[in-house]
T-cell receptor, first 111, second 114 residues
């Protein structure tokens, strides 16, 4: 079992719709959860962080965390073509220096 | 306030050679982490430096080594390059150790080993 699992996609979503990206993790003591966006040929950009169960909203982005189910998700509302990218889920443990990344989900917004 | 800068942007090396990649931390950040991202994969943790000392290492062989300088800039050295070392190498700086604060990555160095 991979430590952090994501559906590699591609996930195609019409412009203006909600894109839903999912991530599961295996380490139950994980405490920090992040979503990064990576455009082709570029480095990852941090877009959301979440630490507690529930939802966290920032503009068009909502991160959702369920520690009991070991599940993290990212919702993108009113999807725009500029949202087309690979989205990486990353998980960390407090006191551990590394982030563990999934392989990413490639999202394409269709105009 | 400047962000994280990495150099060079791209380079091509021959198998068996040695390479040094450089990273300048974001102003005020005393911790630097290095990651390797192979094509189609997520970044993999190589190691982290805090105040010039190695502060955690991933599952990479000893031919991957690093340094952090008093100004908190850092180098990643890879000896005896192998074809599988071809990847995007990412440097991230943060204000303190641990992963609770998220990372800001530099633009990366694309290494091709032929």
């Amino acid at each position: 079992q991979k430590e952090v699992e994501q559906n590699s996609g591609p996930l195609s979503v019409p412009e203006g719709a909600i894109a839903s990206l999912n991530c599961t993790y295996s380490d139950r003591v994980s405490q920090s959860f992040f979503w990064y966006r990576q455009y082709s040929g570029k480095s990852p950009e941090l877009i959301m962080s979440i630490y507690s169960n529930g939802d966290k909203e920032d503009g068009r982005f909502t991160a959702q965390l369920n520690k009991a189910s070991q599940y993290v998700s990212l919702l993108i509302r009113d999807s725009q073509p500029s949202d087309s990218a690979t989205y990486l889920c990353a998980v960390g443990r407090t006191g551990n220096e590394k982030l563990t990344f999934g392989t990413g989900t490639r999202l394409t917004i269709i105009p | 306030e400047t962000g994280v800068t990495q150099s060079p942007t791209h380079l091509i090396k021959t198998r068996g050679q040695q390479v040094t990649l450089r990273c300048s931390s974001q102003s005020g950040h005393n911790t630097v982490s290095w990651y390797q991202q192979a094509l189609g994969q997520g970044p993999q943790f190589i190691f982290q430096y805090y105040r010039e000392e190695e502060n955690g290492r991933g599952n990479f062989p000893p031919r991957f080594s690093g340094l952090q300088f008093p100004n908190y800039s850092s180098e990643l050295n890879v000896n005896a390059l192998e074809l599988d070392d071809s990847a995007l190498y990412l440097c991230a700086s943060s204000l303190r150790t641990g992963v609770g604060y998220g990372y800001t990555f530099g633009s990366g160095t694309r290494l091709t080993v032929v």
